[in-house]
């Protein structure tokens, strides 16, 4: 038997391996920066939500009128124009309706 040395090449076909660590590294990283970002976002938005809310409560415990029947004024529009509450007038006064403003022509 003869005794063979054999040398090992990386073969360079495309990326080494340390390259190609590299390059995967730098891959992910960027993958990672969009998702941070917009974690952030919706932790800001989440807080901007518990902010307003809590004033909303804040201003509803000390308002002297919690409640829109007992609101002088709609109690007037009833009397005067509205007709009675839950009614056909007062729907189709006191309701909005939506509109696509992308399917109007002109």
């Known amino acids: 038997m003869s005794k063979k040395t054999y040398d090992f090449v ?3 076909f495309f990326l ?5 660590m590299a390059v995967g590294a730098a891959f992910m ?3 990672a920066l969009p998702v941070g ?6 932790q800001n938005r989440n807080e901007y939500i518990k902010a307003r809310t809590a ?3 804040k201003d509803d415990a000390i308002a002297a ?3 829109s029947h ?3 004024a709609v109690a007037k529009y009833y009397e005067e124009f509205g007709g009675e509450p839950l009614g056909h007038l007062s729907h ?3 309701h909005t309706h939506f509109v696509d403003r992308t399917k109007l022509k002109g």
Do not use: H, K, T
Not at 16 to 20: E, K, L
Not at 37 to 42: D, F
């Open 10 to 12: 990386e073969d360079s």
């Open 16 to 20: 080494s391996r340390r390259r190609f």
């Open 29 to 31: 990283a960027a993958l």
């Open 37 to 42: 970002w917009i974690a952030s976002r919706i």
């Open 55 to 57: 004033g909303l409560y």
């Open 65 to 67: 009128l919690r409640v």
């Open 70 to 72: 007992a609101n002088p």
């Open 92 to 94: 189709e006064l006191l």
